[in-house]
């Protein structure tokens, strides 16, 4: 059974910085696409940033220039570099393949205050 645990979401003033991870077990995410994903409260989950095994990455309008996906297929992880954070980025941030096919972790908060 594959499970994902994401980390490293906190409370930020605006323009700070945070670094998110996902950690994968039960299989070898190295094949496959990887995206983060949020979810603000009240609204829809939305796609934030994919990564493809190559490293060639996928950006949301809405954090391009701002934000960085990476990944380290030895470690089985994925990782988010989020900078220059805003208020309007505040979510539960969640990681998953491109087509949402594994099950949801719990993912992990980032609260950004003014």
């Known amino acids: 059974q594959v499970q994902l645990v994401e980390s490293g979401g906190g409370l930020v003033q605006a323009g700070g910085s945070l670094r998110l991870s996902c950690a994968a077990s039960?299989?070898?995410?190295?094949?496959?696409?990887m995206s983060w994903f949020r979810q603000a409260p009240g609204k829809e989950r939305e796609f934030v940033a994919s990564?493809?095994?190559?490293?060639?990455?996928t950006y949301a309008d809405s954090v391009k220039g701002r934000f960085t996906v990476s990944r380290d297929n030895a470690k089985n992880m994925v990782y988010l570099q989020m900078n220059s954070l805003k208020p309007e980025d505040t979510a539960v941030y969640y990681c998953?393949?491109?087509?949402?096919?594994?099950?949801w972790g719990q993912g992990t908060q980032v609260t950004v205050s003014s």
């Open positions: 998953n393949t491109d087509g949402r096919s594994w099950p």
């Open positions: 039960g299989r070898t995410l190295s094949s496959y696409v």
């Open positions: 990564i493809r095994w190559s490293g060639g990455s």
